[in-house]
């Protein structure tokens, strides 16, 4: 399966997923049949930080919508198509790798990011998120930058 880097972002090497998807590395990761999707996406903005209100309205933030537009381009790079049906969701939040080598001690709490991560996918990965009948969110290994570490299945 071709892999390819994203400058900025730092993969933990051999690291294997508990649920048996094999080695991440950085980048996005077709089957040849398109029915599992892998992308290892930038550090998500935080679900507190993803509404405004603006002018009365309920909005997306900045930090919402340039974190949409960066898995959009990734997505449009690599010529993803949706997954028709209902699909399974498993996502991996990685804190980031302090500059001493350690796991950093601030990061998102796991929930916050699943929403933020749904909506990014929406159209991508999937036509709409009523398609997730199953998700799996773990924290895991730290890496520079943080990373979201996501596979998409069929179900």
């Known amino acids: 399966m071709p892999q390819?880097?994203?400058?900025?972002?730092?993969?933990?090497?051999g690291w294997q997923l508990p649920w048996g998807a094999g080695v991440f590395r950085v980048g996005v990761v077709c089957d040849g049949w398109r029915r599992m999707i892998r992308l290892t996406l930038l550090y998500p903005v935080s679900a507190n930080r993803y509404w405004?209100?603006?002018?009365?309205?309920v909005v997306h933030s900045t930090e919402a919508r340039k974190y949409r537009e960066d898995v959009a381009a990734k997505a449009r790079k690599k010529e993803l198509q949706p997954l028709a049906g209902p699909v399974s969701v498993h996502v991996a939040l990685c804190p980031e790798l302090?500059?001493?080598?350690?796991?950093?001690?601030?990061?998102?709490?796991?929930?916050?990011?699943?929403?933020?991560?749904?909506?990014?996918?929406?159209g991508i990965a999937f036509s709409n998120d009523k398609?997730?009948?199953?998700?799996v969110a773990e924290l895991g290994p730290a890496?520079?930058?943080?990373?979201?570490?996501v596979e998409v299945k069929a179900a």
Not at 4 to 13: K, Y
């Open 4 to 13: 390819d880097d994203l400058a900025g972002v730092g993969a933990v090497p």
């Open 52 to 57: 405004r209100v603006f002018g009365g309205r």
């Open 98 to 122: 302090t500059k001493k080598g350690e796991t950093s001690k601030t990061r998102l709490d796991l929930d916050n990011c699943l929403k933020v991560a749904l909506d990014a996918l929406q």
């Open 131 to 135: 398609q997730v009948i199953k998700l």
């Open 143 to 149: 890496q520079i930058g943080g990373a979201l570490l």
